[in-house]
């Protein structure tokens, strides 16, 4: 020791008694452990910070201190007390000597205070000697709860995904059948029109009355494609049909019933039957009239094939954002994104529920973990889902609120009782019957959005509005450089 060193003030045996932590111990531990500590006083200003590495733990013999927790990048005291005693810091360093340990809250003094400071090193030395069976009993019971909170937390993961993926087979069955259907029906009408095309062309009817057919084909064609998203009423529609009917019947045209519907709904009329009329003749009219039938209907099946493939690509395209195949586990995303995907995936869920939502295109672009994000997004919604029971209104919105996008997941259920409201984000707990569900849903949200994201998860909840608020920093990095202590 050099002569400008200065010897830390130590506590006495006799003193570290007086503190409730070391009341209990030895005249041969407590001397000990007055030579491994020491005293400092800090007389302003931070003790240590969220997420710095903990090295020190701190006993409160005289002053006042305050503890805080970060939440939507500010600090939010959880506690303040002047008795003496208190301890906190790097308390539970004594569970396993090579796993990394941080400070969980930020401490300061709210005035001139004194600790009795003992290193973590020293902490895990002195319960590891001098309380063996304690450290097993605890570290057992911590590791035993980590255990089971990671392999029920895999298992709430596997099931979402296995309800995911029958709601996403269910969906894909439909227009895959769909198109199916259309594709043998199309087989059909293509041979209908090659026969009918054969009679028409058989050498008795002119280039130019052929070439008349061919227009009015591509004008029917023209038609139907300008009346396929409209949505007629059904007197209308059906008004048309009679009168069509009406016509071929006065026209020998056999089976009118089954030709005016078709031709009602590409939107032709009396008008241009009688062009049709024109162009063949009396003779060949049957004859083109089912031609233009073919061709119309054939147009009908490509159209419901093309739906129905753009369906299947939407929902294919849909899981893949969803899981995030084949994209960086880190990305610049957009949150809009990501809840369509969700809410496609979980379609089958929503049936029965109005669904709103409000996405606000000016919320930019943000760096995230998707796949986990898509998570969060799930575990609310089911949430949501199950506590409206059936029927109900489900809104998602997205806000930008200054430097952090908003995500609000809201529905019309119960509301959450103020009793338990405190306790939906603990790690097992959960309203919901033994079997459905495991309690870790909003647990593994929570430590989504706050830990990995460094963002904030509330929930605002009366009867017949439960809002769940989702909040996450545009830029992550500026908010690490700006606050050191989101290094967690």
Not at 133 to 140: F, P, Q, S, T
Not at 399 to 407: I, Q
């Amino acid at each position: 020791m050099t002569e400008n060193t200065v010897e830390p003030r130590r506590l006495s045996p006799d003193e570290l008694r007086t503190l409730f932590l070391f009341e209990s111990l030895t005249d041969e531990q407590l001397g000990w452990l007055s030579e491994a500590g020491y005293v400092e006083e800090v007389h302003d200003g931070v003790v240590f910070n969220e997420g710095d590495e903990a090295t020190c733990c701190y006993v409160l013999l005289s002053g006042e201190i305050r503890l805080c927790k970060l939440s939507h990048g500010e600090l939010v005291e959880i506690n303040r007390t002047g008795q003496r005693g208190v301890y906190s810091g790097a308390f539970n360093a004594f569970f396993g000597a090579n796993d990394h340990k941080s400070y969980t809250a930020t401490m300061q003094v709210t005035q001139p205070s004194e600790f009795f400071v003992i290193s973590a090193e020293t902490m895990a030395t002195m319960m590891n000697t001098w309380f063996p069976m304690a450290v097993h009993l605890i570290e057992g019971f911590v590791m035993g709860m980590r255990r089971t909170n990671e392999t029920l937390g895999e298992r709430e993961r596997l099931l979402a995904l296995g309800s995911l993926s029958a709601g996403l087979t269910h969906e894909l069955n439909n227009p895959a059948a769909a198109a199916v259907r259309a594709a043998a029906t199309l087989r059909q009408r293509v041979s209908g029109m090659r026969s009918k095309l054969a009679m028409l062309a058989d050498g008795t009817l002119d280039a130019t009355k052929l070439h008349q057919i061919v227009a009015l084909q591509d004008d029917a064609v023209e038609r139907l494609e300008k009346n396929k998203d409209k949505d007629i009423p059904p007197m209308e529609l059906s008004d048309r049909e009679d009168t069509l009917t009406d016509w071929l019947d006065d026209h020998d045209v056999q089976a009118s019933w089954d030709v005016a519907p078709v031709l009602a709904s590409a939107g032709l009329d009396v008008e241009w039957m009688e062009e049709v009329l024109t162009a063949v003749g009396p003779k060949y009219l049957e004859g083109a009239v089912r031609w233009l039938m073919y061709t119309i209907d054939t147009e009908s099946l490509m159209n419901e094939i093309d739906d129905s493939v753009t369906r299947i690509s939407t929902l294919v395209g849909a899981a893949k954002q969803y899981s995030q195949i084949d994209r960086a586990p880190y990305q610049t995303v957009d949150l809009r994104e990501l809840l369509k995907s969700t809410l496609v995936m979980m379609s089958g869920k929503l049936q029965g529920y109005q669904l709103v939502k409000e996405f606000d295109p000016e919320v930019p672009a943000i760096p995230a973990y998707a796949a986990e994000l898509n998570q969060v997004w799930t575990n609310i919604i089911d949430n949501a889902v199950s506590a409206m029971g059936g029927t109900g209104t489900l809104t998602i919105r997205t806000r930008r609120d200054g430097a952090y996008a908003v995500v609000e997941i809201g529905d019309t259920g119960p509301g959450i009782p103020e009793e338990i409201r405190r306790r939906i984000f603990e790690p097992f707990f959960t309203t919901k019957p033994i079997g459905e569900g495991t309690g870790l849903g909003l647990d593994i949200s929570w430590r989504i959005v706050v830990k990995k994201h460094h963002g904030d998860l509330r929930v605002e909840s009366e009867p017949g509005r439960t809002v769940f608020k989702i909040v996450l920093p545009l830029d992550p990095e500026r908010e690490l450089e700006s606050d050191p202590a989101l290094l967690d």
